[in-house]
């Protein structure tokens, strides 16, 4: 099931469908309604090619904001194909730089409670220019596509009721060799901070709180489950 879902676009070194997945009612996400990646400032004209061909017409850019990141900066050679940038942290926020934007632990997902807590506002408003997108497929994405491509996955997933295992075995699918050695520094893994994270969340409930409207929210669900 996973490795089709896995796309070799020349250039790129994460990027995926979000289609495959199980959802808790037996069903699957569907194929090319929303990709993660990292980010398309890698991709040669061949891997733009791939992206444009597969369908996708709107790009979501997750950043932080406050901070500069040249490495998401791109433009796209295919005018169809809509851009869209949302903040997603915020590390003007001194709390949150101590504790987690200057350690290496801002690679984890044991990040993901605070920033969750924080910034619900911030994560609707992502999930939100997904169910705006016009026809075409979506694709999101930060700079490695690890984090916070990781926490949108997360709540998309997880609207779209798909089961709790497969959120994780797709987290799975973006490799950081060092990211079980520092979670079991803090006597964790990640298997047991995302399934606690998700055990936790009410994603609609969360995201409406946040701002998104059940309109957009059904636009999501659409994409990913037809």
């Given amino acids: 099931m996973m490795q089709n879902r896995i796309l070799d676009w020349q250039g790129s070194k994460n990027v995926r469908d979000l289609g495959g ?43 932080t904001h406050g901070l500069s990141e040249p490495e998401l900066d791109f433009v796209s050679p295919y005018p169809e194909i809509k851009t869209v940038r949302v903040a997603i942290e915020d590390v003007t926020n001194r709390e949150f730089v101590e504790k987690w934007a200057s350690t290496d632990f ?42 916070r491509t990781g926490i949108i996955s997360l709540l998309l997933l997880s609207l779209a009721g798909v089961a709790p295992e497969d959120v994780l075995a797709d987290y799975a699918q973006s490799v950081d060799p060092e990211r079980e050695t520092l979670l079991a520094s803090r006597q964790t893994t990640t298997r047991e901070v995302l399934l606690g994270v998700q055990a936790a969340l009410d994603a ?23």
Avoid: K, M, N
């Avoid at 959802?23 to 992206?51: Q, S």
């Avoid at 946040?210 to 990913?224: I, M, T």
């Fill in 204 to 226: 609609e409930t969360y995201l409406l709180s946040g701002g998104a409207s059940a309109e957009e929210l059904a636009a999501v669900r659409a994409r990913l489950l037809g």
């Fill in 21 to 63: 997945l199980r959802t808790t009612d037996g069903g699957l996400t569907r194929f090319g309604g929303i990709l993660r990646a990292d980010t398309p400032a890698r991709l040669t004209e061949a891997g733009w090619a791939a992206l444009y061909e597969y369908g996708i017409r709107t790009i979501v850019t997750l950043c």
């Fill in 106 to 147: 801002w690679s984890t997902p044991l990040y993901y409670p605070d920033a969750l807590a924080l910034w619900p506002e911030r994560h609707a408003a992502a999930i939100a220019a997904i169910g705006q997108a016009g026809p075409g497929g979506v694709l999101f994405h930060c700079i490695r596509g690890h984090d």
